[in-house]
């Protein structure tokens, strides 16, 4: 599962590093602690161009008439998408990409859970793999998107059993670029365990709490040093 995550780079360094076409929204915030029903940019592909909007995140699907069901929709098993009828036709033409550079994950340890900060080493962008659609109603219109999840490493297996799909940068145009037929999309092949690097610490409960948002969210705890996951 994936159920919080952080970006925490400004505009101008997302543009650079994923080399950004078009950005629709000028709403943006870095965050160091993004929850479900927020609004987070989201890399989607419009002809040829790399195109960012912010969406929300839960999914709702078009034809739903409760919008809260967008809290229940924050991940989809990548096993499962094409079974799923919120997801399978949206495998085919609403295939994006959600930005972070980091996420969390809480560890049971008896009846406590304790939070971890999972990151790229260098500080790089985490492009996690996922699924949108627009919802309308009588007075508004919004863009949700939820994150597909797949089995962890098995250096982080330890702390979750599901993990975000993480893709490479290479795999982005392919992953975001919609299916022109009906087969079954071999972008399909990506949704697996990341297999590039990816350190861990853990963090204070101050996470936990969707109000707070600060570089406190991400600081080790403890004096621990960070953990190699790879």
Same mark, same amino acid.
């Given at each position: $599962?994936?159920?919080?995550?952080?970006?925490?780079?400004? /505009? /101008?360094?997302?543009?650079?590093? @994923?080399?950004?076409?078009?950005?629709?929204?000028?709403?943006?915030?870095?965050?160091?602690?993004?929850?479900?029903?927020?609004?987070?940019?989201? @890399?989607? *592909?419009?002809?040829?161009?790399? +195109?960012?909007?912010?969406?929300?995140?839960?999914?709702?699907?078009?034809?739903?008439?409760?919008? *809260?069901?967008? *809290?229940? $929709?924050?991940?989809?098993?990548?096993?499962?998408?094409?079974? /799923?009828?919120?997801? /399978?036709?949206? +495998?085919?033409?609403?295939?994006?990409?959600?930005?972070?550079?980091?996420?969390?994950?809480?560890?049971?340890?008896?009846?406590?859970?304790?939070?971890?900060?999972?990151?790229?080493?260098?500080?790089?962008?985490? @492009? $996690?793999?996922? @699924?949108?659609?627009?919802?309308?109603?009588?007075?508004?219109?919004?863009?949700?998107?939820? +994150?597909?999840?797949?089995?962890?490493?098995?250096?982080?297996?330890?702390?979750?059993?599901?993990?975000?799909?993480?893709?490479?940068?290479?795999?982005?145009?392919?992953?975001?670029?919609?299916?022109?037929?009906?087969?079954?999309?071999?972008?399909?092949? *990506?949704?697996?365990?990341?297999?590039?690097?990816?350190?861990?610490?853990? +963090?204070?409960?101050?996470?936990?709490?969707?109000?707070?948002?600060?570089?406190?969210?991400?600081?080790?705890?403890?004096?621990?040093?960070?953990?190699?996951?790879?």
């Amino acid at each position: $599962m994936c159920g919080r995550k952080t970006l925490t780079k400004d /505009k /101008k360094a997302i543009i650079k590093e @994923l080399f950004i076409d078009e950005w629709q929204d000028d709403n943006y915030e870095p965050s160091f602690n993004i929850a479900p029903t927020q609004d987070c940019p989201v @890399l989607i *592909s419009l002809g040829n161009s790399r +195109v960012i909007k912010l969406m929300r995140w839960g999914l709702i699907p078009s034809w739903s008439k409760n919008r *809260s069901i967008g *809290s229940k $929709m924050i991940n989809a098993r990548s096993e499962t998408i094409l079974e /799923k009828v919120s997801y /399978k036709n949206l +495998v085919y033409t609403n295939r994006c990409v959600i930005i972070s550079d980091g996420y969390y994950e809480w560890k049971r340890y008896g009846d406590v859970k304790k939070p971890f900060y999972i990151h790229h080493p260098e500080k790089k962008l985490l @492009l $996690m793999a996922g @699924l949108w659609t627009s919802w309308r109603s009588s007075s508004n219109s919004l863009s949700t998107y939820t +994150v597909i999840t797949t089995t962890p490493q098995k250096e982080i297996a330890h702390i979750h059993d599901r993990m975000p799909v993480i893709l490479d940068i290479g795999e982005v145009d392919n992953w975001i670029r919609p299916n022109k037929d009906n087969k079954i999309p071999t972008q399909l092949d *990506s949704l697996k365990s990341y297999i590039g690097k990816l350190i861990c610490h853990p +963090v204070s409960n101050f996470v936990n709490s969707t109000g707070n948002n600060s570089i406190k969210c991400i600081k080790p705890t403890d004096e621990t040093n960070e953990l190699s996951l790879f």
